[in-house]
Antibody, heavy 117, light 109 residues
Framework: EEQLVESGGQVVQPGRSLRLSCRGS????????MSWVRQAPGKGLEWVAK????????YYGDSVRGRFTISRDNARNSLFLQMNGLRVEDTAVYYC??????????WGQGTLVTVSS | DIQITQSPSFLSASIGDTVTITCRAS??????LNWYQQRPGKAPKLLIY???ILEIGVPSRFSGIGYGTHFTFTISRLQPDDFGTYYC???????????FGPGAKVDMK
């Protein structure tokens, strides 16, 4: 079964850092672009970042560029999101998704990040 | 940047109804538009890609059509599992970004 499982979400104070992880299984992780998409409480979907299958290129949404860094370890079928300088407005459920070049075909269940003092 | 709007943002419908949602892009995006379903408390699910192609395993009561700046998503014979929020999403080649529409919530009448 194809699956994505996120982890790492927690409550953090503004200005602090947090690293999210996503583990893929049941498909060739090293052959697909991977993305992070977030959803603030009661709000819509916002694309955060994506990285090509070989890690050669990464792209970011305007609201996180310069603060967040996406990375991957294909040997461990894992995707990461390093979040620095967290703000209250970064509070959201963060989804890991397979795809991102054109569409996201598979999504994880999400992990909640709460930024609060 | 390309802007995406959806209408209506909310609609009430009954089982068996036909529901139509529109998505408009601020500039020509050809067929670079996808549709997702999000049930309450769940992750999004891809239903239609490239404006009109049904994802594998998605029931044929879901359909999409459109090109350029105007796109339509239709649910025929609405089922209980279909209540939730529907998002359109466009992708750019340059810059390589994704943009989601604001969503359209389908609620039970």
């Amino acid at each position: 079964e194809e699956q994505l499982v996120e982890s790492g979400g927690q409550v953090v104070q503004p200005g602090r850092s947090l690293r999210l992880s996503c583990r893929g299984s049941g498909f060739r992780f090293d052959r697909t672009t991977m993305s992070w998409v977030r959803q603030a409480p009661g709000k819509g979907l916002e694309w955060v970042a994506k990285m090509k299958e070989d890690g050669s290129n990464e792209y970011y949404g305007d609201s996180v560029r310069g603060r967040f860094t996406i990375s991957r370890d294909n040997a461990r079928n894992s995707l990461f999101l390093q979040m620095n300088g967290l703000r209250v407005e970064d509070t959201a459920v963060y989804y890991c998704a397979r795809g991102g070049a054109k569409r996201c075909e598979l999504w994880g269940q999400g992990t909640l990040v709460t930024v609060s003092s | 940047d390309i802007q995406i709007t959806q209408s209506p943002s909310f609609l009430s419908a009954s089982i068996g109804d036909t529901v139509t949602i529109t998505c408009r892009a601020s500039q020509d995006i050809r067929n670079r538009l996808n549709w997702y379903q999000q049930r309450p408390g769940k992750a999004p699910k891809l239903l239609i890609y490239d404006a009109s192609i049904l994802e594998i395993g998605v029931p044929s009561r879901f359909s999409g059509i459109g090109y350029g700046t105007h796109f339509t998503f239709t649910i025929s014979r609405l089922q209980p599992d279909d209540f939730g929020t529907y998002y359109c999403q466009q992708y750019d080649n340059l810059p390589r970004v994704f943009t989601f529409g604001p969503g359209a919530k389908v609620d039970m009448k």
